[in-house]
Antibody, heavy 120, light 107 residues
């Protein structure tokens, strides 16, 4: 059974960098793309970006300049950083698996979510 | 970006009611649409893919339909476990985008 376990700092000050990591269990990290998605009061559910085990990435243009996503295949983990955070970045951040084959493009497994608050 | 708009934003219903949620895409996405259910404090869980195919284990009272730009999710007889927020998501093209959600609440 696929399980995603995520962690990271939950309270940040404006201009700081948000860093989150997601560990993958029950499936090979090499077989899929892995995404970060956030849920904010202002924009609802918003796809942030994704990474493949090869290191190939795709990002939402709305966040592209502030986001980096990387993968650590040896530890079956992937990570995200979002720089220069503001109050608008407050919300719940999820890691998720992008499905393949008939599920290609949708998110078939999710982490538990990390609540992030940006406040001075 | 492809915009995805759901309606209504809130739906008040009773157990046993038939409920329908609509999702409209800003351009044709064929049938590249998924539906998710989210309960408070939990991650979304996907229910329907390819606009009308139920994921394994999803009760048959759920059904999806549509193609192009207009899609619907129908619950034929609302059950207590179905009170939740529902989202559609297009996966026709990057960036993947979600609707703003429809909260199904008790009347």
């Amino acid at each position: 059974q696929v399980r995603l376990q995520q962690w990271g700092a939950g309270l940040l000050k404006p201009s700081e960098t948000l860093s989150l990591t997601c560990a993958v269990y029950g499936t090979s990290i090499s077989d899929y793309y892995w995404s970060w998605i956030r849920q904010t009061p202002g924009k609802g559910l918003e796809w942030i970006g994704e990474v493949h085990h090869s290191g190939s990435t795709n990002f939402n243009p709305s966040l592209n300049s502030r986001v980096a996503i990387s993968v650590d295949t040896s530890n079956s983990q992937f990570s995200m950083s979002l720089s220069s955070v503001t109050a608008a970045d407050t919300g719940v951040y999820y890691c998720a698996r992008l499905g393949k084959d008939v599920y290609n493009g949708l998110f078939d497994s999710w982490g538990q979510g990390t609540r992030v608050t940006v406040s001075s | 970006d492809i915009q995805v708009t759901q309606s209504p934003s809130t739906l008040s219903a009773s157990v046993g009611d038939r409920v329908t949620i609509t999702c409209r895409a800003s351009q044709s996405i064929s049938t590249w649409l998924a539906w998710y259910q989210q309960k408070p404090g939990k991650a979304p869980k996907f229910l329907v893919y390819m606009a009308s195919t139920l994921e394994s284990g999803v009760p048959s009272r759920f059904s999806g339909s549509g193609s192009g730009t207009i899609f619907t999710l129908t619950i034929s007889s609302l059950q207590p476990d179905d009170f939740a927020t529902y989202y559609c998501q297009q996966y026709n093209s990057y960036p993947w985008t979600f609707g703003q959600g429809t909260k199904v609440e008790t009347k």
